[in-house]
């Protein structure tokens, strides 16, 4: 099994370029939804660490963001909390998934939280700044401080460049995403000829 993990700023497109790539796509994103939603033992912790933010379960955005924007700190706590169980999450993804030929990985702190495995393959997801911001204001609960907390917690994108084995430029187009994509699968399947998708 190849296992490609994508990485990139925060609204470059990861999610989207994931899903063109049509194997199984782990998205830490949606997990995290689900734990805030199903996890009462989650819940628990997070009450029991930030008292004064969460009051009962399931986990509201809006304490959550509360609680991030309050304390810089608090980002680091929450993430401590929640990246166990992702990583078990991403281990019960693998194991239903042994017998497929390629996984996509979409995890925005991939490398930050060590995921990264020697044999993986890291496509960095780059677009333009101002394509990015434009799309970042429509989403819902759009706060550009929020923002900036994820945004101290990553690492450089010199690094994630540097440490990725190819760099998709993405302006947001179905038809040059797609070309990335092939491209990218070709020269994989290429180099490792006894794979077959």
């Given at each position: 099994m190849?296992?490609?993990?994508?990485?990139?700023?925060?609204?470059?497109?990861?999610?989207?370029?994931?899903?063109?790539?049509?194997?199984?796509?782990?998205?830490?994103?949606?997990?995290?939804?689900?734990?805030?939603?199903k996890?009462?033992k989650i819940?628990?912790k997070?009450?029991?660490?930030?008292?004064?933010?969460?009051?009962?379960?399931?986990?509201?955005?809006?304490?959550?963001?509360?609680?991030?924007?309050?304390?810089?700190?608090?980002?680091?706590?929450?993430?401590?909390?929640?990246?166990?169980?992702i990583?078990?999450?991403?281990?019960s993804?693998?194991?239903?998934?042994?017998?497929?030929?390629?996984?996509?990985?979409?995890?925005p702190?991939?490398?930050?939280n060590?995921?990264?495995?020697?044999?993986?393959?890291?496509?960095?997801?780059?677009?333009n700044?101002?394509e990015?911001?434009?799309?970042?204001?429509?989403?819902?609960?759009y706060?550009?401080?929020?923002?900036?907390?994820?945004?101290?917690?990553?690492?450089?994108?010199?690094?994630?460049?540097?440490?990725?084995?190819?760099v998709?430029k993405n302006?947001?187009?179905?038809?040059?995403?797609?070309?990335?994509?092939?491209?990218?699968?070709?020269?994989?399947?290429?180099?490792?000829?006894?794979?077959?998708?």
């Amino acid at each position: 099994m190849i296992r490609i993990a994508l990485v990139g700023s925060i609204g470059s497109g990861k999610s989207y370029i994931a899903k063109l790539f049509k194997f199984p796509v782990f998205n830490a994103d949606l997990e995290v939804g689900k734990i805030y939603k199903k996890e009462k033992k989650i819940f628990l912790k997070l009450k029991k660490k930030l008292p004064n933010f969460f009051s009962k379960f399931p986990v509201k955005k809006r304490e959550l963001i509360n609680a991030i924007l309050d304390n810089k700190k608090n980002l680091k706590l929450i993430t401590n909390i929640i990246h166990p169980i992702i990583k078990k999450k991403l281990f019960s993804f693998e194991k239903k998934n042994r017998n497929k030929k390629i996984i996509i990985l979409d995890i925005p702190l991939y490398l930050e939280n060590k995921l990264n495995n020697k044999k993986d393959l890291i496509i960095f997801v780059q677009a333009n700044a101002s394509e990015i911001k434009k799309r970042l204001i429509k989403r819902e609960n759009y706060n550009v401080n929020l923002i900036n907390q994820f945004k101290r917690i990553q690492l450089p994108i010199e690094k994630k460049i540097k440490k990725s084995d190819f760099v998709i430029k993405n302006d947001f187009k179905m038809r040059t995403a797609n070309k990335y994509v092939k491209n990218i699968l070709d020269k994989i399947l290429y180099e490792r000829s006894n794979i077959r998708y």
